[in-house]
């Protein structure tokens, strides 16, 4: 059975599923509840100063029958006094104390603020903490969150601050609501957070109601953006992890966020170097024991694969990304329509037909029907595949190289040799 614990920058736990900074997280009933229930750490929501919360607070998007796939939130920090959640936070690292406990915090951009609350909350006896510059509303109307998080000189000296006070590791969260994350990644790294960790909610609004023309959600009638989060930002996710884990000038590790629902997801967050993961939204969607399911997934995955600890997941498939400009563009693929088991329901043929580059025929041969790709005219865009309703119906298969691998980087640099030697 392979070995699940991790050290993430010097926090070690039990296995790779945290709970992230969130409603889960909010009392020492609810965190010690999920270390009961069997996961390896958890991330206490945001302590600052106690704000006043709204009500109403929670939306969701639901796509195509499946409900959360998306979850907007317009929730601050804590609104529960500091010295009770230290007593909470003392009491159960007091009870588990092989269970990762971190604490995020968020303060205003001041020093002395930073000295304070780390030097309070580390007097607990906690394994880390987590810098909050991510909340995309509220707090960043306040100078903090992502309003910090958006300035990577902000986020540097911030860092810098809190590792003065500082004896546990620090962990920097970011904002996704930047142009390019890894800015802040390297300002993270220049200030000696010992790790980082993404992403933290994207600035949204959820939808509107067409019959009162309210946002969804209101509050007695009026509405403000929030942060999403949940199933559909997997994918912004992932890029974000990926391209801070490829970035040499980062070089910290990474506590991934975002979508993670299964132990699919993690395992794609770690291969693309995330050494552990946070998990919220699925967590309020079904609650605290879907973790049982995360680890026993995880732990067959990795006997399959013959891989002895989950560590040695950590970053393998990081050198298989790259930018576009380095991608072979003799690399040919298409697709072949397997006629035993497709139903012609004419998606694909309509998909490639009306949106892509028209290149699967209808053929009537012996008295039937069938559908077949014209090989010779087909791009490999991989849309009849996306759009096919049967698993395996439609594959794409390689095609015979039409050359030798150049990429446009190549291509452009053989490009002016040539003209140099032509001058």
Known sequence: ?????????????PNPFWLASAPPTNTGYQVQRAFEAGWGGAVWKTLGDPIINTSSRFAAVHF?????????NIELITDRPLDVNLKEIYETKKRFPDHALVVSLMVEPKREKWHEIVKKVEAVGVDGLELNFGCPHGMAERGMGSAS???PDLVERQTYWAKEAARTPVIVKLTPNITDITATAIAAARGCADAISLINTINSLAGVDLDSWNTIPHVGGKGSHGGYCGPAVKPIALNMVAECARNSKVGIPISGIGGISDWKDAAEFMLMGATGVQVCTAVMHHGFRIVEEMIDGLSNYLDSKG???????????????TDWGNLDLNYAVAA?????????CNKCYIACEDTAHQCIERIEE??????????????????????????????MVDLPSAGVSMSWNERQTAIAKLKMKGA
């Open 307 to 321: 891989i002895e600890r989950v560590s040695d997941l950590t970053g393998r498939a990081v050198p298989r990304y």
């Open 64 to 72: 195509n029958g499946q409900r959360v796939a998306g979850f907007n």
């Open 1 to 13: 059975m392979a070995d699940l614990r991790i050290n993430l920058a010097g926090i070690e736990s």
């Open 336 to 344: 072949r329509i397997h006629t035993d088991t497709c139903i012609n």
């Open 149 to 151: 998080g958006q300035q």
């Open 366 to 395: 012996s008295g039937r029907s069938y559908l077949k790709v014209r090989e010779e005219d087909c791009v490999g865009c991989n849309l009849c595949a996306i759009v096919c309703p049967v698993e395996g119906a439609i594959e």
